[in-house]
């Protein structure tokens, strides 16, 4: 295993190089080289795009008649990634550069075209001017001629940058910015205002819908806490007598007539019901005197007595449990009744 690693071989005593024969080999022979792509370049085929550090397997040849001092000139042949066709170049050992030859356009040649060309311009520039000094002279003056025109070029595009100066872009952009931002906070406020009135809607509603339906159970639970009672007009036909009224049972009574005075109202308390209701005069009642006071003469009667029948005869006929326009309503048809009969 470690002769695999020597450098040195062992050559016999009697060796002789001379007798080695010599392949015969082209000079235009190639070889498969693995490189990249020494510049930007487009395929004329397909117009694909190839640019400089791709790699190829490229053949390689010595290009034939041709040297720079003594240098031989490569060429390679590389194919196209697209359609594979064939794109050839060599080495330029003048430029130190490469140079396209076949298959592609190299990109950004046209620059390099413009400073070759610079440079050759100056070249026989400094060439006339070391054998002719009246040429020096007349390239000085084309030099001045042209830094003067240069100038007023320049004095020209600086007052219009100050004519243009005036005008604040920075300020205009600024005040656009500033007017973007208002407009978003004017639409992010109308936007709370309506979201804000839509929920106070909504929530009116609620209170609304849970008003009512309180006051249904209001008026339920009332219903059902009231008690049934007689009929309002039990109290015009009652034929109990005015002790009784006046008795234990007079603040039931009372309580029967107010209810019927809240839901109905009274007779005698509005001018439309007081004008129908016609009272009826008080007959005086006739009383025979005694024997004892019809020999008494007129003057010795008991002034008490004559006062209070007078009294009695002047005023209206009342109820025990009160004025009532409803009662005197039942006594009077009650009258009108025994009258008829």
């Known amino acids: ?4 690693k020597v450098l040195n071989k062992y050559y016999p005593p009697d060796f002789d190089p001379s007798k080695i024969p010599k392949l015969k080999l082209p000079r235009d022979r190639q070889y498969v080289v693995r490189l990249m792509a020494p510049f930007n370049m487009r395929c004329k085929t397909c117009g694909e795009y190839i640019y400089k550090g791709k790699k190829f397997n490229a053949r390689k040849e010595t290009v034939q008649n041709e040297l720079y001092m003594g240098l031989p000139i490569f060429r390679f042949y590389i194919k196209c990634t697209r359609c594979l066709a064939e794109i050839t170049f060599k080495t330029d050992p003048e430029n130190t550069d490469y140079a396209m030859e076949h298959g592609a356009t190299r990109n950004f040649q046209a620059e390099k075209l413009l400073e070759e060309e610079e440079k050759r311009i100056q070249q026989e520039r400094e060439d006339e001017e070391l054998n002719n000094p009246m040429k020096v002279l007349e390239n000085r003056t084309k030099d001045s001629k042209m830094e003067m025109e240069v100038l007023e070029n320049l004095q020209e595009l600086k007052e219009l940058n100050q004519r243009q100066a005036q005008v604040d872009f920075e300020g205009m952009i600024e005040q656009y910015r500033e007017l973007e931002k208002r407009e978003r906070e004017r639409e992010k406020e109308e936007d709370e205002r ?19 339906d309180s006051e249904e159970e209001d008026s339920s639970s009332s219903q059902s ?3 049934n009672t007689d009929k309002p007009t039990d109290i015009l036909t009652t034929d109990k007598p005015a002790e009784t009224q006046c008795g ?3 603040g039931v009574k009372r309580a ?3 209810s019927w005075e809240r839901s109905v109202g009274t007779l005698g308390g509005g001018k439309s019901l007081g004008s129908l209701v016609v009272r009826k005069k008080q007959t005086a009642a006739v009383t025979k005197p005694s024997p004892l006071t019809a020999a008494l003469p007129t003057s010795q009667t008991d002034p008490k007595t004559s006062t209070a029948d007078s009294t009695n005869a002047s005023k209206p006929f009342t109820t025990q449990n009160g004025s009532s326009s409803l009662s005197l309503l039942g006594v009077y048809s009650d009258s009108d009744s025994n009258d008829s009969e």
């Open 256 to 258: 029967k007539v107010e």
């Open 225 to 227: 806490q009231t008690p």
């Open 194 to 212: 309506e979201t804000r009135e839509m929920l106070d809607r909504v929530l009116v509603k609620r209170l609304r819908d849970s008003d009512s």
């Open 1 to 4: 295993m470690s002769e695999r």
């Open 248 to 250: 234990t049972a007079g």
